[in-house]
């Protein structure tokens, strides 16, 4: 069952910070706070919804635990209600990894959150410090450990692509993320957005984004780190929607990014299979997962045509047996 989640979002209108990336600033004036009673209204329409049971309550936005504390606790009491009377699961929070302590998480239990994810970003404080993030990675350390030790499920989001970031320290960060043990992860390729100190730097030429293709690359490597030590990636590229196509000036921003990086996945399990196995060029067929046919087969059949380039004239084929990120190929005539 597709269990309905309600996701509100949370902006923090009063951030002392101002990351490059972050158009808080630009957009805080146009966006009004969050209220117990739109939790309400939310949490009402979602309940229509016979797939909201076993759902969760969201507040997005990255500082929840840093806005007033009155508007905190205001918006934790209306959505915990609808914990306490079973209608959700439990309630998601995102907020920063210096946002944490004891007391933060005595409220958090109190009001029935289950989750907390960090905007970690990096774990190079060189970079966090040249993105004015404002903490170090061993904040994200300390909040990361002080949050499972209390037993909340723990999700941390980085980004690649950030000013002064290159690929070997995005590859660092998410060796350093996976120590952490966390239960999901959030990857985020940096876009340039109207209103923020990257813009600046971007106008300037200080500062070079990720093109679209690199940032798959890169971030194809990185899904790969984390599906073999087991953590889960819930997401892989900014949504679409919301202000990012309003305000978008440059970087890594596609509709569809985590398609693009598991057809890089796909595509590179098929040559490390084809370099391992050797196979006579001429028909070949590969099977995969039935959720991965169009992820072997790349967008717009890049795949396809990269292997008949190699001389193999590829089927895809749906097998069920075969795990996400595996597969087998033979060169049977069927
Ligand atoms: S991303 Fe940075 S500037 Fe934006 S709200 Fe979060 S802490 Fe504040």
């Known amino acids: 069952m597709r269990h309905v989640n309600v996701g509100l979002f949370v902006p923090h209108n009063g951030c002392p910070h101002q990351c490059s990336f972050c158009n808080q600033k630009t957009i805080s004036g146009h966006t009004a706070q969050v209220t117990a009673e739109d939790v309400d209204s939310a949490a009402m329409t979602a309940i229509k919804n016979p797939d909201s049971v076993g759902g969760e309550i969201a507040f997005f936005g990255g500082s929840f635990t840093a806005i007033d504390r009155k508007t905190m606790l205001e918006l934790l009491s209306a959505a915990y209600k609808y914990v306490e009377n079973k209608s959700f699961k439990g309630i998601r929070i995102s907020t920063r990894p ?8 005595d409220i958090l239990k109190r009001y029935g959150v289950t989750a907390v994810e960090l905007g970690a970003q990096s774990m190079n404080d060189k970079v966090l410090s040249m993105n004015r993030r404002g903490h170090t990675a061993n904040d994200v350390v300390n909040a990361s450990n002080l949050l499972k030790s209390r037993g909340f499920e723990l999700g941390l989001q980085m980004m690649t692509g950030l000013y002064g ?9 998410a060796e350093k993320i996976i120590e952490l043990q966390p239960d999901t992860v959030r990857i985020y390729p940096t876009v340039v957005l109207e209103g923020t100190q990257l813009a600046e730097l971007y106008r300037s030429g200080e500062y070079v984004p990720q093109t679209i293709e690199n940032a798959a690359d890169l971030c194809a490597k990185l899904l790969m780190m984390f599906h073999k030590n087991n953590i889960k990636v819930i997401r892989t590229g900014l949504h679409s929607g919301g202000n990012v196509e309003e305000g978008f000036v440059a970087g890594a921003y596609h509709p569809a990014f985590k398609e693009l990086c598991d057809g890089k996945i796909y595509l590179t399990l098929a040559l490390d299979y084809i370099k391992r196995n050797p196979l006579p060029k001429g028909r070949i067929n590969i099977y995969v997962s039935p959720s991965a046919i169009s992820q072997m087969t790349g967008q717009k059949k890049k795949n396809i045509i990269a292997l008949a380039e190699l ?3 590829a089927r895809v084929i749906a097998d069920s047996t075969i795990p996400k990120y ?5 060169n049977e005539i069927l």
């Open 98 to 105: 210096d946002a944490i302590d004891n007391e933060i998480c």
């Open 165 to 173: 970031s290159t690929d070997e320290d995005s590859i660092e960060t």
């Open 311 to 313: 001389g193999y004239d």
């Open 326 to 330: 595996d597969l087998s190929i033979r």
